[in-house]
């Protein structure tokens, strides 16, 4: 997958109202701090979760109703030969009862050591363990064995966290996460079908041939309105039709801000990799209204050109500054999850390099090499195997071109789009009967099943400060 740097909307997931009658209730009036433990002898569950061997507290935060631990977890660097070493993973526990489901969560990024929840953990009123993705800063081994950031050894790394944290959370475990988490959810359960009693993942794209994006093409050239289509793609011409006086901005910035473009190439190709994001951009994090807030192109000036592609895409995306955090996700991408790259026929006698592969932003140091049979055996298995799976995706991602399907060998799983939405999709969004569905199987996967699941609702309320999704100002655009 592609991406570039870029200022990311907040977006506040707002999910649905608590249970009605005949929905089931949250189980657990059991104090946090008082669950038993005859192995250790001790009442205390930080005290049992650091009695696992390796694993190490790095500070607990207080929060109402919980406690939350953020801990380190020592794993080897490669899970098929352990004398290659250890490294410290980073993770957090949201502990609410040993009583409780526990949901597995991973970004596929760095871990947020913020108390938060992801929307399955309000569903089924549970545990929450969050794992920082091997190689994403602290996480990584020192020296870097790039050969051994693959997705089943982060897969392995989640079999070895749930196996430790399974001997004090034995109830029902989900797995579960958004965009490239949610790609990282679907590996762990490809490799490991037995760990989870679920799985539920949110705009996880599924790019199966590396050289084959039509479905891109098609999602550009059918989303939304003709209108508000044109004018995205007008503004985002005129930003390569004034490459000369838009680029000196750019060049001003990055003097002053010390940033360079070794990764990339050059400040030209840095600076057509952001344009060439503009749309994507928009639509990934963006919603329709949003197309009246676009200048017109013909009557714009430079600077509402140069400031507007800053909204949508960010000018630091491709420095080396802005891809240095983000060298795992290309390096992967380059590797074994694929990049999209578009046709753009609308900018065609205007671009220099066209869209560039995942492999430019993987530093030159570090040796690449692409196997394109992973992405088709994990889709295979998904449609021909996969077990008590949801996939939930947004009708206005373009990150949702390419979705997980589940066919006839699949069994209780489920591909659902929340029509309109981008790439902060959820439960919530979905209309009103698939919404009852997906709710009813994610509280049967964790073992709290409603007593009538066609009115099945989330176990506790909406949390602002737990469950405020905000997908925040970063580097790159990335899923």
């Known amino acids: ?107 596929g990024y760095a871990v947020s050591t913020r108390p938060g929840r992801a929307e399955p953990t309000r569903i089924v009123d549970g545990n929450q363990v969050s794992m920082e993705y091997r190689f994403f800063t602290p996480s990584r081994p020192q020296p870097a064995d790039w050969s051994k950031l693959d997705i089943w050894q982060a897969a392995s790394d989640q079999h070895r966290i749930f196996t430790a944290l399974k001997k004090i959370y034995d109830r029902k475990w989900l797995a579960t996460g958004a965009s490239k988490g949610g790609m990282t959810a679907t590996y762990y359960e490809r490799f490991y079908p037995r760990d989870m009693d679920g799985v539920v993942a949110y705009v996880a794209p599924n790019d199966v041939v590396e050289k084959e994006d039509a479905a891109y093409d098609r999602f550009f050239a059918t989303v939304s309105t003709q209108e508000c289509r044109d004018r995205l793609n007008a503004l985002q011409r005129e930003a390569l039709v004034r490459r000369a006086p838009l680029q000196e901005k750019f060049r001003t910035w990055a003097e002053a801000e010390g940033a360079t473009f070794t990764t990339v190439g050059s400040l030209d190709k840095a600076y057509e990799a952001v344009v060439l994001d503009f749309v994507w951009g928009f639509w990934q994090y963006h919603t329709e209204a949003d197309c009246a807030s676009i200048p017109d192109a013909a009557t714009a000036t430079d600077q509402a050109v140069y400031d507007t592609i800053d909204t949508y895409s960010g000018w630091s995306f491709y420095s080396d500054q802005g891809l240095a955090p983000y060298t795992p996700y290309y390096y992967q991408a380059a590797t074994e999850l694929g990049s999209p790259s578009l046709t753009m026929d609308h900018l065609k006698d205007l671009t220099r390099y066209g869209y560039q592969p995942a492999r430019d932003f993987v530093p030159r140091d570090i040796p690449v090499r692409f196997k394109p049979w992973v992405m088709r055996d994990v889709d295979t298995w998904v449609r021909t195997q996969g077990r008590g799976m949801l996939f939930v995706y947004g009708g206005n991602d373009p990150w949702g071109a390419e979705k997980f399907r589940v066919d006839k060998g699949a069994r209780d799983s489920y591909v659902m789009t929340a029509p309109g939405a981008n790439h902060g999709a959820n439960v919530a969004g979905l209309t009103e009967a698939e919404r009852t569905k997906a709710t009813a199987r994610i509280l049967a996967w964790a073992g709290v099943a409603p007593a009538d699941p066609q009115r099945a609702a989330p176990l506790t309320t909406y949390d602002p400060r737990l469950d405020k999704r905000e997908l925040k100002r970063e580097l790159t655009l990335r899923p």
């Open 1 to 107: 997958m592609r991406k570039t740097l870029r200022w990311l909307l907040s977006l506040v997931v707002l999910i649905g109202t608590v249970s009605a009658a005949g929905t089931a209730t949250a189980a657990g009036t059991a104090d946090s701090r008082t669950t038993n433990d005859t192995t250790t002898g001790t009442t205390d569950i930080k005290d049992r979760v650091l009695a696992i061997p390796g694993m190490s507290l790095v500070e607990e935060k207080p929060y109402p109703g919980y406690r939350y631990f953020v801990l380190t977890y020592t794993q080897p660097v490669d899970h098929r030969d352990h004398s290659k070493g250890t490294f410290q993973q980073r993770l957090t526990l949201l502990h609410k009862d040993t009583a409780r489901p526990t949901v597995f969560h991973t970004s």
